[in-house]
């Protein structure tokens, strides 16, 4: 697959999966380590604020986006190019999905517990350790599945 609206398509999603991984990477990387130094309220807070204005269009649609269009891509490759030709596509579709599947599960609820007025100190201890390790996955699960497209696409 090296022309063609096929490589376009899966050039589109080993971007976005790649975009993801970065913003997921710079949570880890840098974004909790400074929130986990400042003083606790101080630190809540700001990630309340951080997790409200996440959530736009623009956010959405990738983060969305990227996981349904990953997906797609990877079931409309197996049923068009076949199981061998697919195979790359597949995997970044698997690796997309389970991303979203670890965003879902672990994360988010995670999030809303820490919006409940009642989170306090020791569960914001337990949060920057809990949800940062859960983001490393996702961040690992989002590069490799941007790594599967672009195998992909060397197909």
Same mark, same amino acid.
């Not at 941007?146 to 992909?152: E, R």
């Given at each position: 697959?090296?022309?063609?609206?096929?490589?376009?398509? $899966?050039?589109?999603?080993?971007? /976005?999966?790649?975009? =993801? +991984?970065? %913003? !997921? !990477?710079? #949570?880890?990387? #840098? =974004?909790?380590?400074?929130?986990?130094?400042?003083?606790?309220?101080?630190?809540?807070?700001?990630?309340?604020?951080?997790?409200?204005? @996440? %959530?736009?269009? $623009?956010?959405?649609?990738?983060? &969305?986006?990227?996981?349904? *269009?990953? %997906?797609?891509?990877? %079931?409309?490759? *197996?049923?068009?190019?076949?199981?061998?030709? /697919? +195979?790359?596509? *597949?995997?970044?579709?698997? &690796?997309?999905?389970?991303? !979203? *599947? =670890?965003? /879902?599960?672990?994360?988010?609820?995670?999030?809303?517990?820490?919006?409940?007025?009642?989170?306090?100190?020791?569960?914001?201890?337990?949060? &920057?350790?809990?949800?940062?390790?859960?983001?490393? $996955?996702?961040? =690992?699960?989002? &590069?490799?599945?941007? @790594?599967? #497209?672009?195998?992909?696409?060397?197909?």
């Amino acid at each position: 697959m090296t022309d063609g609206p096929q490589y376009a398509l $899966v050039l589109l999603c080993a971007l /976005a999966n790649g975009l =993801v +991984a970065g %913003v !997921f !990477f710079a #949570f880890s990387s #840098f =974004v909790m380590k400074a929130l986990a130094a400042l003083p606790p309220e101080t630190g809540m807070a700001a990630m309340r604020s951080i997790n409200t204005a @996440a %959530v736009t269009p $623009v956010f959405m649609t990738l983060f &969305l986006g990227t996981t349904v *269009l990953s %997906v797609g891509t990877a %079931v409309w490759g *197996l049923t068009v190019w076949g199981a061998s030709d /697919a +195979a790359p596509a *597949l995997v970044g579709g698997g &690796l997309a999905l389970a991303g !979203f *599947l =670890v965003t /879902a599960a672990a994360n988010v609820p995670r999030n809303n517990a820490l919006a409940d007025d009642r989170a306090d100190q020791g569960y914001w201890r337990r949060y &920057l350790t809990e949800w940062t390790a859960w983001n490393h $996955v996702r961040t =690992v699960l989002s &590069l490799a599945a941007s @790594a599967s #497209f672009i195998f992909a696409t060397a197909g």
